[in-house]
């Protein structure tokens, strides 16, 4: 009989999962749901797994890969897979497999919070009932942007970006998008219109950025892309927060450049309490929470388990990122 292949988790997840993976694998576990796994536990772990479970506040670069000998498949929970040295995982015939479709409208759904959220001004509006700073209905009183008939402008047309598009025919929005490639069944089935990176920027009453972090993407949204915008448009990143340069986006809503701004993300996470972004009220920061539904979360981590199981038996996974491994040898 051969030996079970072994797993390491690198957070503490559901009973039904870590069971399901112990159908097929040995499995370890950094026993915190919290705190992330440091990094000397990682590389000690990853160095005797066949297969990593692992979060998108991982690094998984280089220095891990070369001394994972046995690492078959890293199934990452969430989409977005910057946190991996995807070409070297590749080039040591390490699948990388990631969750994508089911958080799709999920973060669709978190999007046009945040959209309303900033144009709104809900979260200074709640702020302002809970502390007791509610004084009287007056014409003025928090009062915010409108979203309907407004112009949406999608950056990064995926599967969240046409998501977000759906939703916002709702609420009788024009879509702009841009994207590496048009899309002329979305164009036809969403409505929505292509445009330059500059038009659609110069366009738009909300921008939102839903690219995957790469080096095309990195710092997209800099001094000069901000200073293209309507001084009322509203900046929405559900994306990564290093598409943006943080510090030109504080300087832009300082300088009113642009009216405020719907960050899920941020180039450093957690953000750091006292950062310039959270002390503006024309900021609505959220904890990267585009995909946290229970719902979601469960079925993304069903489906890690489902690819970790298919690669370590030689099947092919649902979802692979570098699927040339796949037609390599060790399957
Ligand atoms: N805040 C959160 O919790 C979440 C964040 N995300 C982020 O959203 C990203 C998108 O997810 P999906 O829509 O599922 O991915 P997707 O791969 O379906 O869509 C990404 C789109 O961005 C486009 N794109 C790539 N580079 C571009 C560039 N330089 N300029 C313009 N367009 C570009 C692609 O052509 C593609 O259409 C993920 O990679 C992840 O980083 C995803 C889920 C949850
Ligand atoms: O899936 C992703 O890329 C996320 O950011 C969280 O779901």
Redesign the pocket.
């Known amino acids: 009989m051969t030996a079970k292949p072994y797993i390491y988790v690198t957070r503490q997840l559901p009973a039904e999962i870590i069971e399901k993976l112990r159908r097929f694998a040995e499995v370890g576990v950094w026993p915190s749901e919290e705190r992330p796994v440091p990094r000397d536990v990682l590389l000690r772990e990853a160095a005797k797994a066949d297969g990593l479970f692992a979060m998108l506040s991982d690094r998984i670069d280089e220095e891990l890969l070369s001394a994972a000998k046995r690492l078959k498949v890293v199934a990452n929970l969430?989409?977005?897979y910057?946190n991996i040295d995807v070409g070297k995982a590749t080039e040591l015939g390490v699948a990388v497999c990631n969750t994508?479709d089911i958080?799709?409208d999920t973060?669709a759904d978190?999007t046009m919070a945040l959209i309303l959220m900033a144009g709104r001004r809900l979260g200074e509006a709640l702020e302002c009932v809970k502390n007791g700073r509610w004084k009287s209905w007056s014409p003025f009183f928090m009062a915010g942007t409108d979203i309907h008939h407004k112009t949406l402008g999608i950056?990064?047309?995926?599967?969240?970006?046409e998501a977000v598009a759906e939703r916002a025919r709702g609420f009788s929005m024009k879509v702009l998008y841009?994207?590496?490639?048009r899309k002329p069944e979305a164009e036809k089935r969403l409505g929505a219109v292509y445009r330059s990176f500059d038009d659609l920027l110069r366009e738009s009453d909300y921008v939102v950025c839903?690219?995957?972090?790469?080096d095309?993407?990195r710092g997209?949204f800099d001094r000069e892309a901000f200073k293209k915008m309507k001084p009322s448009a509203f900046f929405i990143n559900?994306?990564?927060g290093a598409v943006a340069v943080e510090e030109d986006l504080i300087e832009a809503l300082e300088k009113g450049e642009i009216a405020g701004a719907g960050l899920?993300?941020f180039a450093e996470e957690p953000v750091r309490p006292d950062h310039p972004l959270l002390k503006m009220k024309q900021v609505v920061p959220l904890p990267?929470?585009?995909?946290?539904s229970t719902e979601t979360r469960w079925a993304m981590m069903e489906r890690c388990a489902e690819n970790l199981e298919a690669v370590l038996s030689g099947r092919p996974p649902v979802n692979v990122v570098n699927p040339s491994v796949l037609q390599r040898s060790h399957l």
Do not use: C, F, W
């Open positions: 969430g989409v977005g910057d994508p958080l799709t973060t978190l950056v990064g047309m995926g599967k969240i970006g841009h994207n590496r490639h839903l690219t995957p972090l790469t095309e993407t997209m559900v994306a990564r899920d993300v990267h929470i585009g995909s946290a």
